[in-house]
């Protein structure tokens, strides 16, 4: 059977990291019988400038009516000017809301080959394996009110919600278990129960989960700014950290610096009946077009379709075990490379992943 992959570029250099993703996609077509089929829509500032809208129907009706979605990136300084509901990362909002996509899983693996593209020593990094698990469709991203209002006085008030329902709760946390019964059986819960309600709430409901239902995972309870620091000062201590939308967005860029580069990290969003596949890095519009860029991310972010929406283990495996055969061979696009001079372009990258996928038929 056909697997129908919807595939959204977006914007920068979202179009050559998924074209490279896409050659990795076409190699497991040629070479090892994957039946695939891409149906190409727009999302985000490509997508307002082709329908005047960040998440179009269009979009929309093709996201539905496909086994997985793969994203690239989505924004830049051209739509900034935009009205807030117009811009690119509205889009990218509203598909994970439209999606129903709960539960956003950042893997965040060091690579031993990059251990010195890392800014942190080696050993505090040696070894690092954390999944941080992400609550994406609620919190202070979606709580309502929200906005900016006038006040008598002539001054402004700018103002969102942060709330957190039980069933919102539940459902994230339970992931964060599952996850973590198929890993070292560690969760840490990060919240900032000691300042504020709705996080207070979360501790309340994951422990009244964890002693329920997965009373064989380990949980723990962390603040987020001590777990900012221990994630710099001790990350091996982490195996999967599970929280809130904002504390998830922070923490998992924080954490794809431990590997060197926010360009090796990929991501699944999932929900109950979709799942889509993105890069955690942005658009990065200042070498957008310039095949610079890093497809590794993209690429990885495959591998988690194959192996979470299309149940294909064995080929999530070869994509990454030819990532790190090209690390192996000393291959870095400039976000990963000391010496410039001798990076190479997001094409020879996705090319040498290829390539390596192809040696070992
Ligand atoms: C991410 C991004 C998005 C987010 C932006 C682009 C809206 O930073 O996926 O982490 O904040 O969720
Ligand atoms: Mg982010």
Not at 86 to 113: C, M, W
Not at 121 to 130: N, Q, R, S, T
Request: net charge negative; aromatic share 6%; hydrophobic share 40%.
């Amino acid at each position: 059977m056909t697997v129908n992959l919807a595939i959204l570029p977006g914007d920068g250099i979202g179009p050559e990291i998924v074209a490279e993703a896409i050659k990795v996609l076409n190699v497991l077509k040629a070479d090892f019988a994957f039946d695939v089929a891409y149906r190409y829509g727009v999302i985000g500032g490509a997508a307002y400038d082709a329908e005047g809208s960040p998440y179009p129907d269009s979009t929309r009706a093709l996201v539905h009516d496909c086994d997985a979605v793969l994203l690239g990136a989505v924004g830049g300084p051209k739509w900034e000017p935009l009205d807030k509901p117009s811009r690119p990362e509205a889009g990218l909002l509203a598909i994970r809301a439209d999606l129903g996509l709960f539960a956003n899983y950042r893997p965040t693996k060091v690579h031993p080959q990059l251990r010195d593209a890392s800014t942190l020593k080696p050993e505090v990094i040696d070894g690092v394996d954390i999944m941080v698990v992400r609550e994406l469709v609620s919190g202070i991203y979606f709580g309502q009110p929200r906005g900016v209002e006038e006040l008598p006085d002539g001054q402004k008030r700018g103002f969102n919600t942060l709330e957190y329902t039980t069933s919102e709760i539940e459902r994230i946390a339970r992931k964060a278990f599952e996850a973590a019964r198929l890993r070292r059986g560690q969760v840490c819960s990060i919240d900032k129960a000691n300042v504020l309600e709705s996080t207070e709430y979360w501790r309340t409901v994951v422990t009244e989960l964890h002693a329920k239902e997965y009373a064989d995972v380990s949980l723990s309870h962390m603040y987020v700014d001590n777990a900012a620091m221990q994630l710099i000062r001790n990350p091996k201590q982490f195996d999967v950290m599970v929280t809130t939308n904002l504390f998830g967005d922070i923490l998992s860029d924080e954490a794809s610096m431990l590997t060197g580069s926010i360009g090796m990290l990929p991501s699944a969003s999932i929900g109950e009946n979709f799942a889509m596949y993105e890069p955690i890095h942005g658009s990065a519009p200042d070498i957008a077009g310039e095949n610079k860029a890093n497809p590794l991310a993209t690429i990885l972010s495959v591998a988690m379709m194959l192996r979470y929406t299309l149940n294909r283990e064995d080929l999530a495996n070869r994509v990454e075990a030819a990532v790190e055969q090209v690390l192996d061979g000393g291959l870095r696009t400039a976000d990963l490379s000391a010496d410039l001079a001798t990076a190479v372009s997001c094409s020879d990258m996705g090319e040498a992943v290829c390539q390596a996928l192809r040696e070992g038929k």
